[in-house]
């Protein structure tokens, strides 16, 4: 079990500069700036006023965004402003992340200061967990703490390098997470029921095997079930078909109906429409029945059903993806129905961030389902059984 903050003596933080990987990585109005959703900061408030209350000066570091090199609309001040208001308290932003400026201005900080970094991604060395930009960073501090669960699957300079330098503990967030995602795969109440959705078989082809051998119930449904069903030789229309893996579809279909103790569930019919428009006009077809010339956008109200029964029985359900378009309104009801079902159910239930995260809070269940992960590919790999960088190094207790 990985140290947390609070395993450490509050003389471990009293006066001590403590560096936290946070990640700010928000969603942002193109035109504005202003932060569209600001629930990744809002999950790292308990560390931030853990080490406040215990008189830690408080170094933030996170990313935002994809840049190439300085870009000025991914600076971190729409994040210092938003973290100023949800804190009520001074938060000091720095125009860099390492450099002597930064230095000064961290030695200054009194007990119980909060500064944040510029965004760490203007740096190429970030991401290639450059060791001299990494001992750069920790230059800046006594202690690390991780807090950023997004991230722990890359071993990038300010989420795995620094641990090398400083003595790393996680945060409350990942604490919280590897509570409910490890408690679902290491001890589920039974029965155990995942769903994963998404648009292709590509990206969950690992997490379906490793699933497979844990669940009671496994539920495969989104736009990556007609790669399965075309592999099968079914008539899928314009459906998504990624034809590169259709002879790994058909494997993976024949072991999963190979296990034993496994019930499968897979969409019995499908809302088919002639393109991708929220103005064309959609029917309910069965898996034999789609046309040559229509595309299926979401599950059908039979599978609902299906799935729905299926969330009503389960001890613990752990979803990841979306069961079609769910971006388009129209398309989105068998996403919303499985949401609103969670939402009802008396289940442990965990959502594995990304696009399922997005469907919660769209669909406005998010408060009543037990988890919903801050990591799309960190929780994402967690479930595959992937070891995550950012975590495997920091102490064990």
């Known amino acids: 079990m990985k140290k947390c903050i609070s395993d450490l003596k509050g003389s471990d933080l009293k006066g001590k500069r403590v560096l936290v990987r946070v990640d700010f990585n928000v969603p942002q109005d193109k035109k504005t700036g202003a932060i ?41 001040n ?38 944040l970094l510029e965004n760490v991604r203007f740096y190429g060395e970030e991401e290639a967990n450059d060791e001299n930009f990494a001992k750069k960073l920790a230059s800046l501090a006594d202690v690390y703490v991780n807090d950023a669960f997004g991230t722990a699957h890359r071993a990038h300079a300010s989420t795995e390098g620094v641990a090398h330098i400083l003595p790393g503990v996680c945060g409350f967030l990942i604490r919280k997470e590897l509570e409910f995602l490890g408690g679902a795969l290491t001890n589920p109440k039974k029965p155990f029921v995942a769903i994963i959705g998404g648009a292709k078989i590509s990206t969950k082809i690992t997490v379906i095997r490793s699933l497979a051998q844990k669940v009671d119930v496994l539920v495969i449904g ?120 969670l939402a009802e159910s008396k289940a442990i239930t965990i959502v594995g ?9 769209k669909a406005g269940v998010a408060d009543k389902i037990s988890h919903i992960s801050t990591g799309g ?12 960088p950012g975590i495997a190094i920091l102490q064990e207790k």
């Open 36 to 76: 569209t959703d600001d629930r990744r900061i809002r999950e790292s408030l308990p560390t931030i006023k853990y080490l406040i209350d215990r008189g830690a000066r408080v170094v933030l570091v996170s990313h935002l965004g994809r840049p190439a090199g300085v870009t000025e609309s991914l600076r971190m």
């Open 78 to 115: 729409p994040v210092a402003k938003k973290l100023e208001e949800l804190l009520g308290k001074k938060v000091q932003k720095l125009d860099d992340c390492i450099g002597e400026e930064v230095e000064a201005a961290v030695s200054k900080m009194s007990d119980g200061d909060v500064t």
């Open 222 to 341: 989104g736009g990556m079930i007609y790669t399965f069903m075309k592999a099968q030789g079914f008539e899928v229309g314009k459906s998504l078909v990624e034809s590169k893996f259709l002879d790994q579809a058909k494997v993976i279909w024949s072991q999963l109906k190979g296990l034993p103790n496994l019930k499968l569930i897979v969409p019995v019919d499908h809302v088919v429409v002639p393109e991708l428009n929220a103005d064309a006009p959609a029917k309910v077809v069965g898996n034999d029945a789609i046309p040559a010339d229509m595309l299926g956008v979401d599950i059908g109200p039979e599978t609902v059903k299906l799935i729905k029964e299926e969330i009503k029985n389960a001890g613990t359900v752990v979803w990841n993806g979306p069961m079609g378009v769910f971006e388009i309104e129209k398309f989105a009801k068998g996403t919303n129905e499985v949401a609103k079902a």
């Open 353 to 361: 961030g990304g696009d399922s995260a997005s469907a919660v809070e």
């Open 377 to 388: 590919g960190a929780s994402l790999e967690f479930l595959e059984g992937k070891e995550l």
